[in-house]
């Protein structure tokens, strides 16, 4: 399926019951359809000039292009890093069926 209009959006967190916390809400909040939660990930980076090692958690999360500012802004509002990774690939190509899920997962209208 090319030229569909859907996100997978890339955000690290502290730890897991955090990852699963935001997750929820952005479930919740029908911003995302899906998160994934990789725990255990250790994270090599430079912050505030110096070098740091993290154990981290990486939530993968599945979204379409209309809900993408409404995802980013309920990350920052919900994350607690000063300054949370927010990285979205656009997605190109995946298989009809789950593209179709995501659509239908974030416009139903059950509480």
């Known amino acids: 399926m090319s030229g569909v209009p859907y996100k997978l959006v890339l955000s690290t967190c502290s730890d897991l019951p955090t990852a699963q916390q935001i997750a929820t809400e952005l479930i919740s909040r029908r911003v995302a359809a899906c998160v994934n939660l990789l725990p255990e990930m250790t994270s090599v980076y430079r912050w505030q000039g ?4 993290d154990s981290e958690v990486l939530m993968l999360i599945k ?6 500012p409404a ?3 309920a990350l920052r509002e919900l994350h607690p890093y000063e300054l949370p990774e ?3 690939v ?4 995946g298989s ?5 899920w995501i659509t239908t997962t974030l416009e139903e209208n059950i509480p």
């Open 71 to 73: 995802l980013e802004d």
């Open 86 to 88: 927010i990285v979205a």
């Open 50 to 53: 110096k070098i740091q090692t």
């Open 63 to 68: 979204t379409d292009d209309s809900r993408y």
């Open 96 to 100: 009809a069926g789950y593209l179709r």
């Open 90 to 93: 656009t997605l190109d190509n």
